[in-house]
């Protein structure tokens, strides 16, 4: 059948960071009074704050309390993970934001309430809040059927839609979206997005038949897969997935489709530049750290590394990208 192509790439991104906030959306109140001065040798003396900005128990929670762990072995000081979910993640980052500038406060800033929220709601923040000492790792995306589906691969799911009269694809929040509406418009078919409030409400209504296919992050697929409950027919990726090589991407398939989802760590401007080093060579060797590694690897969440300038360029760029898509969408 005839194909059409969109390419759509997402690079999604979580940024954990040292963040210190500024006071409002003014970026200059963020470099100025409360800007700590101490050199690197006065700095950790207490314990370190790292906010995430989703519920406990999820990956992000869990990659974060494992980078908590690396980081303290260099740090010499207890870094505490505290959950501040809500306002589709932004309101963690807008915490992080304005706490005070003096390097005790960490947070996760991912890449929807960085790149995404900001064109459809209000917030005090835009990717040159911040500063950025590069990524750690990469999420993994993919399409996914119940394990007794007849759909083997995208082909099959299209030719169901248009069978059916459309068919019904769930997802939670950005990027599932362009998955799946991307899906819609590249065949001219009723593929409708059911946004869900978690991937686990995501799996659920998959299961209990409420919808055909679901788009997911990877790592909250993994048990469901070994246990035969459900199928991966597509990689969202740009390559095939480490762990199920013998899945085609949606590119492989026709489908000029892609979503790329990476971690970093960064901090708001205004951080002494003494205790930002400190906090880079401390993510450095989590980075390296062994148990950090297996717990990633456990969690289905393959480590990359990018540089914070490169980060930073990748963020401007997907967030400039979003201002024209949402204008052009009306939204």
Do not use: W
Request: one cysteine or more.
């Amino acid at each position: 059948m005839m194909k059409k192509k969109l390419a759509m790439v997402l690079s999604a991104a979580m940024l954990v960071g040292a963040l210190a906030g500024c006071g409002g959306t003014d970026s200059s109140s963020s470099s100025t009074g409360a800007k700590d001065t101490a050199k690197k040798g006065d700095f950790p003396t207490k314990t370190i704050t790292l906010i995430c900005n989703y519920g406990a128990g999820g990956g992000t929670d869990l990659a974060s309390r494992a980078l908590a762990s690396a980081m303290e072995k260099t740090l010499g000081v207890p870094v505490s993970v505290v959950n501040k979910p809500g306002g589709s993640a932004t309101i963690g980052v807008t915490e992080v934001l304005n706490a005070k500038a003096d390097g005790y406060t960490f947070g996760v800033c991912s890449y929807s309430p960085m790149v995404i929220a900001p064109h459809q709601m209000q917030v005090a923040y835009t990717p040159d809040s911040f500063d950025y000492l590069g990524t750690l790792s990469q999420y993994d995306y993919g399409v996914l059927v119940k394990g007794d589906s007849p759909y083997q691969d995208i082909d099959d799911l299209v030719e169901g839609a248009k069978a059916n009269g459309g068919l019904n694809m769930m997802g939670s929040g950005y990027p599932h979206p362009l998955v799946i509406e991307g899906l819609a418009e590249l065949t001219g078919t009723d593929i409708q997005f059911v946004n869900m409030n978690s991937s686990s409400e995501v799996v659920t209504g998959l299961l209990g038949g409420h919808c055909d296919a679901i788009s997911l992050v990877m790592s909250d697929a993994t048990s469901y897969i070994e246990s035969g409950e459900l199928r991966l027919i597509a990689s969202s990726n740009t390559e095939r997935l480490e762990d199920y090589p013998d899945v085609p991407t949606l590119q492989e398939q026709g489908y000029d489709l892609s979503v790329q989802s990476y971690m970093g760590l960064g901090l708001p401007k205004g951080v002494d530049p003494e205790r930002i080093a400190v906090l880079q060579d401390a993510f450095d060797k989590a980075f390296d750290d062994p148990d950090f590694q297996k717990t990633m690897e456990n969690l289905s969440i393959h480590v990359k590394h990018i540089s914070g300038e490169e980060f930073y360029e990748l963020l401007k760029t997907d967030y400039d990208f979003y201002a024209d898509y949402f204008a052009e969408k009306g939204e």
